[in-house]
């Protein structure tokens, strides 16, 4: 029994856990937050989110392509937003992309931390 929810076999334990997962990856929460809300163990959240190949984040390696929300911005025409991930971010002043890859790469690593 998961949940109050009677699992017979292992192909329904394992729509199950896909159809949670999928949750999770749609909810833009850290996935102890979404155990807690969720009332799910997260070991074996972690435990299925290997066995099922699931990954809520990119390999480094990956390009992550960040949209550039164009319109004007209330703080001048230097200004920059980007979109990542449910996060914006508003740079005020020119700056260099270096420095966003630094940020947004920051913002990345802690937003994984924690993660199983």
């Excluded at 896909?18 to 074996?44: M, P, W």
Aim: net charge positive; with cysteine; hydrophobic share 35%.
């Amino acid at each position: 029994m998961i949940n109050n929810q009677i699992v017979r076999t292992r192909a329904d334990r394992q729509e199950y856990w896909k159809q949670k997962l999928e949750a999770f990856s749609r909810s833009g929460k850290s996935l102890q937050a979404f155990c807690r809300d969720q009332d799910l163990n997260y070991s074996s959240i972690c435990t299925w989110k290997r066995r099922l190949g699931f990954s809520k984040t990119r390999k480094a390696s990956e390009v992550v392509s960040i949209p550039v929300l164009s319109g004007p911005s209330r703080h001048g025409p230097l200004a920059t937003r980007i979109r990542i991930e449910g996060i914006e971010l508003e740079f005020l002043s020119r700056v260099e992309p270096e420095w966003i890859a630094a940020v947004v790469s920051a913002l990345g690593a802690s937003r994984r931390a924690g993660r199983c």
